[in-house]
């Protein structure tokens, strides 16, 4: 099931399994980013 299907329906388990899959890309996004960065500024 996708959300571009006619099928889907935004339930409470959808809501609260996209929210944690996003907020667990994002942490993980900024944590990959701040370690790049730290390490290109150590790198100077």
């Given at each position: 099931?996708?959300?571009f299907?006619?099928?889907w329906?935004?339930?409470?388990?959808h809501l609260l399994?996209?929210?944690g899959m996003w907020y667990t890309i994002i942490i993980l996004?900024?944590?990959m980013?701040?370690?790049i960065f730290k390490s290109i500024t150590q790198l100077w």
């Open positions: 099931m996708f959300p299907c006619f099928e329906v935004w339930d409470a388990g399994f996209f929210g996004g900024l944590g980013t701040y370690c």
